[in-house]
């Protein structure tokens, strides 16, 4: 992906599971994209083209080690196609809502080469102001990571 996808956007989610998608992130995603459980208790969104670029990555992995297994099933099970609707609005199935805990309230963000969905509350828990990303940059570094601002 040429543009890396940024910004944060406040939105609801309606009870039958519809949320809007902000025009600037729907534009890079395409009609159609993935969700996928994140790491974390949030919701990614991958275009398809990211999308399989990482699963042909992962499907290149030695399928003979358990955990890479587990990494393959859980990606491959938990990918949902969506498609956005006339509204700029797709589905979030409740399998994904519950994992994710989302009730209305929603913070969706471009992160990279995909976008987060979270419960607000989740969110605001997850990525307090008090945060401070000097600090993470020297921890990092600490790790062998160089980043460059």
């Known amino acids: 992906m040429a ?6 956007y406040n939105h609801n989610i309606d009870a039958k599971g519809r949320l ?7 534009d890079a995603l395409g009609s159609r994209f993935i969700l996928f459980r994140g790491p974390e208790k949030c919701i990614y969104g991958y275009s398809k083209e990211e999308w399989n ?3 042909s990555e992962l499907m290149e992995l030695d399928s003979t ?3 890479i297994r587990q990494l393959q099933r859980a990606f491959n099970f938990s990918g949902t196609e969506v498609e956005v609707d006339t509204q700029g609005r797709i589905v979030v ?3 994904l ?17 995909k976008i987060e969905i979270w419960d607000k ?3 605001d828990k997850a990525n307090s102001p008090e945060i401070n990303v000097a ?3 020297s921890h990092l570094g600490s790790k062998g990571v160089k980043l460059r601002f």
């Open 3 to 8: 543009e890396q996808l940024v910004g944060k």
């Open 20 to 26: 809007i998608i902000p025009a600037k992130l729907r």
């Open 53 to 55: 670029r990482i699963g």
């Open 65 to 67: 080690d358990e955990e």
């Open 93 to 95: 199935s409740a399998e």
């Open 97 to 113: 809502r519950d994992y994710a805990g989302i009730t209305k309230e929603v913070v969706i963000g471009g992160n990279g080469n």
């Open 121 to 123: 509350a989740e969110f």
């Open 135 to 137: 600090d993470l940059l």
